[in-house]
């Protein structure tokens, strides 16, 4: 069967062209065609996993193009191959992406119900399949890079879903520009290696490193600037800034591709690569401190944000970081269990979030995007039972609740890793954002399912003091007196009519919620033969830190405690506390004014700069040329006409000095010869 | 003897069409430029003798010298009050340049080239000879010609009559 | 020097061919360029006449056949001409060829 794993990405790519091409007119039928196409992967996926599991190994390739032999290279001639390669790194990810797409693809038919680019976003999102899959099962860089742009474009596709919205259609581009600075550092890295190495394989390239072909300098130039693509791609900083404005995109997109999949190429191509990193340890070091930085930073701002999808996003972008950090110190099968088991709850967080936007859906009818806020809501917990309890184990997940969930057991394994290396710093700033994860994660929940509810009109719940930045775009509280749109009562509870999702919905988040318990355990000391580590590295696990583990223990438990004090007993007051940072909230609150220094610098005095300066260029030099010879046509025209004279005797001379000029020419050609 | 005085008649002979020549060009006045160019007829039916061209001779000076400077006094008649002003001298200069060179070249290579030259020079009158010419291997162009001229008589007047 | 050669005639043929070539591109009035003209014939005439007269050919009179066709035609061409100078001249009271550049640029 495992020689069958490039079939694969084909189910999904049979089902893009049919919605395109056939199904497009019946939109219920894309829906099906989609959810077959996937389900199809799963299934082929489910064998070939099984028999890696047992130890199987399969790589086949074909020549694509071959090339010169370059001057300075080895002796071999180079090629360009196609292949795909299936080892112990690249079944996990097909586990994770089939299984994630298929509950995604499901919980789709329900959130896009009624929506007239219905067929149209089950052909992207197929298309999105068929790239992330195809990325996951290329044998060589070259193949990687390809099905790197096609995510990063279906990623544009639809995150620009509703793309006449104004907002939507901006955050597409930026997605794609910034991601498209990371790549272009990555596919400098690849032509570097290339050059050097004559080959793309991973396998030969780690035999060529085994080896010792390669200077650490050249190791890590090449590993940073491969790293810059994952940069872009995974959101780390400093090109963080486009993640959560990809939330303009339908929920289910965020879920799939800004949460468990796309995001997390870039996690998983830094393992792909390992044997570069580990070879070039200045790259490595890189690695880990952008990751370190990136884990605070987005923490931080998730603390303060008020709209569900934007904390979840500021997670993510978190969350990656931990798994760059873990790469950063070496421990590579940290990192990808982390990644295996993040896929699960971070996908259920953004499907029981967009579970609770639909249910409120009609507060956007009063002003857009409020039924994303999370001021707005509140007291959802008896409505939507369903969804506030998947939510809840997520939550747990996230943030490490100790033993029984997925996410305890990685991140654990992360923070034990880089104790464990040394890199107390490193350790430290983990361990206090495991403290503000866990807090944010319970702000939100406790906020949007605890207390009173707050979506009937005019009224902001006990939530932030209302300080309100240019990037969010939400206004002031305002009374209902002068609110011009007709508000619905206020009583609580009665107004808008808020239930649970229907079945197509919830079902996903039950399924989901399952492995966000216990995917955890195949890295706990349970599991057999080194557990998930061992099956990835072939190694054994470390051993279990109990001060460290204790530690996170406390930090998770400390953040959910804090969040319960000051948003569901509501003993601590949040404006209190916020006002006592003042200066703090309105850096976090501001994401510390990324987007305007980027705005400022890159995009006005660089781009448009730029494009100024080729208006410019074009103006002056294109069309100055053009007409030139326009004009030289015609002054030379004006000149040479001058020997129509219109006079006879002109040309009658004329006549007789060409008849003597022929004459002499003839005569001495004559006498030449 | 005969030949020193073929040669002497011929050179002043050609003189005398040649000074024609050039005061037909040099006259200010457009009468005089006709009468020079008369005399230059002349000068050119002698040198027609002097080539044994008798028949030739005779219509130069009938058709040449008689018709067709009777038609150019004509048509200088009729177009009074032209004040003959002197050429620009750039255009002279040029003409002069061209007339020059072609002068230069045409005797190079009429002189350079070598005829097959005839081994007896008849000097029987030739009359009757174009005569049989003209009607029998001739005929066409003759009869060509004669329509030519019945077009240019007719053409003529056509353009030149007053409506 | 002495004896009448074929090159006397030739010279004398291309002499007056460029003096009449000269008068036709530097004189204004129409009526002088038309008389350079049948200076030009003239000039060919001679030429031919005295090929004619030196030359081996099928005929000796060839030549001066020819000489009578020229003169033919030129007798043609220039009453043509000079019905079309007077027609030029009752219409804008000059003949001077200068004047006449209606096909300038």
Redesign the interface.
Known sequence: MIEYAWLIPVFPFAAFVLISFVFRPWKQFSGYVAVAGILASFLLAVPVFQQVLGGAHFEKALTWLPLAALPGGGGEAPALQVGFLVDPLTAIMLIVVTAVSFVVILYSQGYMHGDPGYSRYFAFISLFCVSMLGLVLANNLLVLYMFWEGVGLCSYLLIGFWYQKPSAAAAAKKAFIVTRLGDFGFLIGILLLFSRAGTLDFTKIEGMIAHGQFDAGFMSLVGILIFCGAVGKSAQFPLHVWLPDAMEGPTPVSALIHAATMVAAGVYLVARTFPIFEAGPTALTVVMVIGTITVILAASMALVSNDIKRVMAFSTVSQLGYMMLALGVGAQGAAMFHLFNHAFFKALLFLTAGSVIHALHQLDEIEPGRSQDLRYMGGLFKHMKITAITMLIAALSLSGFPLITSGFWSKDEILAAAFAKGEYLVWAIGLFTAFLTAFYMFRAWFLAFWGEPRWDAGRVGDGESGRIGASELRTQNSEPARSPVHTPQRSHGHGIHVHESPWVMTIPLMALAVPSILSGFWGSPLAGSGGFVGFLEGSEAEPLNLTVMGLSIVAALGGIYLAWLMYGAKTLSPQKISAAFGPMYNILYHKYWFDELYNGVIVQYGVLGTAALMKLFDTIVIDGAVNGVGKVTRSAGAVLRQVQTGRLQNYGWAMYAGAVVIALAAIAGQFGR | MTDVFASIAFYTFGLVSVGGAIGMIAARKLVHSAIFLVVSFLGVAAIYLLARADFLAGVQVLIYAGAIMILMLFAIMLTPGQVEAAGRPGQQLAAALVAGAFLVMTTFTLMGTSWPMAQTLSDKPTTEAIGQLILNRFVLPFELTSVLLLAAMVGAILIARED | ????T???????G????????????????A??????I??MF?GV???L?????????A???LG??F???I??????????G??????I??DR??????D??????
């Open positions: 020097m002495f004896a009448l074929l090159n006397h005639f030739l010279l004398l291309a002499l007056l061919f460029s003096i009449g070539l000269f008068g036709a591109l530097s004189r204004r009035n009526v002088a360029i038309l008389m350079s049948e200076l003239n005439n001679v030429t006449v005295g090929l004619s007269r030196y030359v081996a050919s005929n000796p009179l001066q056949i000489a009578i066709f003169i033919t035609v030129a007798a043609a061409e220039a009453a043509v000079l019905a079309i100078i007077i027609a001249y009752r009271k000059t003949i001077e060829v200068p006449f550049d209606l096909m300038k640029w």
